[in-house]
């Protein structure tokens, strides 16, 4: 059986990535094709500049992020609107972080081959609106839950293990063309930039599947940060 791999990147804080990467596993599902998938999960922190200290989602957004309080308060209503439509808790009161150490966690879940499951707990986790969502705590049960030993989390998250492997990642999508997540390759064929839906992730695996010319489909995004030293 000739596997094909999808490789996702994903910053857990991104809105599109929390509901584009649930079509996504919904289109795997039903594609007929999902014995034959290997989901990669890939890290995308489009912030790597942000404060890691924790403070309610609006006030980021207005604050650091300079978001007018009502273009913020208007965009979470529709996200949560989305989100709440396909079946997704969302919460506007959640909290906000830097991603750094969750997404660090990613890879060393990758390690235990649970790298997906581990950056969609965290995702559920944020967006339900767990006030401890970014806290080494929480952390540290959703890894062990999936099997990841406690001492490889709590000595990763001591130090700034996987930080390098972060850069590799986010320069290898910026390298192929991305501004932002989600941003989806499927075989090196298929491209879905921004979140898309359920049909659309199928169409992009089918024809992935059968090696038709290279093509790109474009979504929804959050794009990378400004201020950052990176493209707004």
Known sequence: MTMLTIDAWVDVQCPWCYIGYGRLERAIEESGHAARIRL????????????PSVEP????????????????????SELAAVATADGLAYSSDRQMSSSRDPLRLV????????????????????????????????????????GIPA????????????????????????????????????????????????????AAIER???????????GIQCAVRSGTGSEA
Not at 43 to 49: A, V
Not at 162 to 183: I, M, N, S, T, W
């Open 107 to 146: 890879h060393l879940a990758k390690e235990h081959c649970v790298g997906w499951r581990f950056a969609r707990a965290v995702q559920r986790e944020i967006f339900s609106g767990n006030a401890e969502a970014f806290g080494h705590e929480t952390l540290t049960r959703l890894g062990v839950d999936l």
């Open 40 to 51: 990669e999960p890939r890290t995308f922190e489009l912030d790597p500049m942000a404060d």
């Open 151 to 202: 001492a490889a989390i709590s000595g990763t998250l001591a130090g700034d293990g996987y930080a390098d492997q972060l850069k590799v990642d986010r320069e290898e999508a910026r390298r192929l063309g991305a501004r932002g997540v989600p941003f989806t390759v499927f075989g090196d064929q298929v491209v879905v930039q921004g979140g898309s839906t359920v049909p659309d992730y199928i």
């Open 208 to 218: 992935s599947s059968h090696a038709a010319r290279p093509a790109v489909v474009d």
């Open 57 to 76: 989602a609006l006030a980021r957004m207005t604050g650091r992020y300079g978001l007018p309080l009502e273009q913020a308060r208007a965009n979470e």
